[in-house]
C-alpha cells in the first residue's frame, strides 16, 4: 500500500526567506504525487502534480517540488516565503481504487503548517 | 460553474441525532469522494462512488452511509452521530481518467 509521510508538523519562515516542506513516499511501483494547500477555513486548492513527465514540477504561487525517486522524497520548496503562504501543506499520493480500476485514490500525509513571520 | 458545494458549512448535532450532509458538482464528474478531517491525520476517505448508482467503502465507513442517486450527487449520512465523528468533512469529485481531485468548502460537525 502507498503511504506518506510529511517529515515537519510546524514549520516557521521569516517573510522572504525560502521554504522547505519535506515529504518521503512509500510505493511499489510509479505514483503520481501532489501538494495540496489549505488556507484557515477553506477547502484545498491543488499547487501541483508529479505524474512522471519531469521530476522539478512547477505549481501556482511560485511552489515547486522535485520528485527523487533515490531518496522517495517530493519535497515542496518556494524561493521566498510570502505572508499569503501561511496555510497547511498536505503531501499526497495516488493509490488504486479497487472499484473502478482506477488510481483515484489519494492518501494524505498528516499535513505541515506553515506559519510566516514578518 | 460553482464547483463542489457543501451543504451545510457548520452543523452542531446531539448523540443519537441522524443529519445528512449534502455535496454537488457542477463538472459533470464521475467520481466523487467523503473524507473526514482529523488534526494531525491529513484526509481519510468514508466512503465513495464512481459513477450514478454505486458506491464502495473507504478507509473509515463504520458509521456513515452513502448514497448516490444522481451523477451530480453525493450524500452522507449518520444516523446515530458520536461524539468521534466530530470533525471537518470534505467532499471531491474527479473525472475518471485523472487522479487529480477538485475539493469543496468542507462542513465542519460538532457532535455532542
Known amino acids: 500500500a502507498q503511504s506518506v509521510t510529511q517529515l515537519d508538523s510546524h514549520v516557521s519562515v521569516s517573510e522572504g526567506t525560502p521554504v522547505l516542506l519535506r515529504c518521503n513516499y512509500s510505493s511499489s511501483y510509479s505514483p503520481s504525487l501532489f501538494w495540496y494547500v489549505q488556507h484557515p477555513n477553506k477547502g484545498l486548492q491543488l499547487l501541483l502534480k508529479?505524474?512522471?513527465?519531469?521530476?522539478l514540477v512547477k505549481g501556482i504561487n511560485g511552489f515547486e517540488a522535485e520528485f527523487k525517486k533515490s531518496e522517495t522524497s517530493f519535497h515542496l520548496t518556494k524561493p521566498s516565503a510570502h505572508m499569503s503562504d501561511a496555510a497547511e501543506y498536505f503531501c499526497?499520493?495516488?493509490?488504486?481504487?479497487?472499484?473502478?480500476?482506477?488510481?483515484?485514490?489519494?492518501?494524505f500525509g498528516a499535513g505541515t503548517r506553515l506559519a510566516v513571520h514578518p | 460553474n460553482a464547483g463542489v458545494t457543501q451543504t451545510p458549512k457548520f452543523r452542531v448535532l446531539k448523540t443519537g441525532q441522524s443529519m445528512t450532509l449534502l455535496c454537488a458538482q457542477d463538472m459533470n464528474h464521475e467520481y466523487m469522494y467523503w473524507y473526514r478531517q482529523d488534526p494531525g491525520m491529513g484526509l481519510r476517505l468514508i466512503h465513495y462512488?464512481?459513477?450514478?448508482?454505486?458506491?464502495a467503502k473507504g478507509e473509515v465507513p463504520d458509521g456513515y452511509n452513502v448514497s448516490r442517486l444522481k451523477k451530480q450527487n453525493f450524500l452522507l449520512g449518520l444516523e446515530s452521530a458520536a461524539p468521534s465523528q466530530t470533525s471537518v468533512y470534505f467532499c471531491?469529485?474527479?473525472?475518471?481518467?485523472?487522479?487529480?481531485?477538485?475539493f469543496g468548502p468542507g462542513t465542519r460537525l460538532t457532535v455532542l
Open positions: 508529479y505524474t512522471s513527465a519531469a521530476t
Open positions: 471531491a469529485s474527479s473525472p475518471r481518467d485523472t487522479d487529480g481531485q477538485f
Open positions: 462512488s464512481v459513477g450514478e448508482g454505486t458506491t
Open positions: 499526497v499520493v495516488s493509490d488504486f481504487l479497487p472499484q473502478g480500476g482506477g488510481y483515484n485514490k489519494l492518501i
